[in-house]
């Protein structure tokens, strides 16, 4: 294994560590049901700003519109297959936390992906590129890790589960580094982008249908809850531009 390649798969334990730090915040700040309102909101205008400010822009630049819509689409159907298939599961197994638990830990790996793919695919570029990103998404996904571990709480989930919960967001951003180095290195621009726009349809879904669902469902909104959700827009934003430039 190249040097090359252990330096990405480090950088990809970067998002990881800023997720599990989000859940080890969660069970030390024991939060509230309103905290997790909020932190679901914050959580899913990151995610909805990932989109907007760092995938659609650059996949837009050199890719056929036409080639990007399908695979957001598909994306978005995969998500749609997943949620199918944990609710087939939740139905055998009742008393488990509930489809819309799981599909927020859906989301949040499935951003944690579209991690690994930048970092992945940012290295084909520089290294400096994929660090720069790897930072850029430490911040992000700390109030993503609090939200999955706080909302795994509150469906009755206990702590040696949640912290099995929290740990395994590892695999999905590390796995995607290391796939789109070896498969996507030396691919195309436009299979590049198609994948990491396929991630995107993906997760922009969970956000809007599952995470904001699940924030409704956890305490009523409020004011406070539209701010947290364009506090987390606005996050990502400051992080992006001001690391990327």
Known sequence: MNSELWSVL???LL???GNFGGGLLAEWLRPS????NRALHASAGIILAVICVEVMPEALKNTSVWILAI???LGGMAYLSVEAGIEAWQKRTPGGAGTGAWMVYVAVAADLLGDGLLIGTGSAISTKLAFV???GQVLADIPEGFAVIANFR???IGRAGRLWI???FTLPVVIAAALSYFLLRNQSETLKMSALVFVAGLYSLAAVEDMLREAHESAEDSRWSAMSF???FALFLIVSKELIG
């Open 15 to 17: 998002p990881a560590a």
């Open 166 to 168: 929290a740990a395994s």
């Open 133 to 135: 990103l790897a930072i």
């Open 10 to 12: 480090g950088l990809a």
């Open 33 to 36: 049901s309103t905290t997790l």
């Open 154 to 156: 509150d469906k009755g």
């Open 71 to 73: 695979a957001f689409m």
């Open 230 to 232: 364009l506090a987390g």
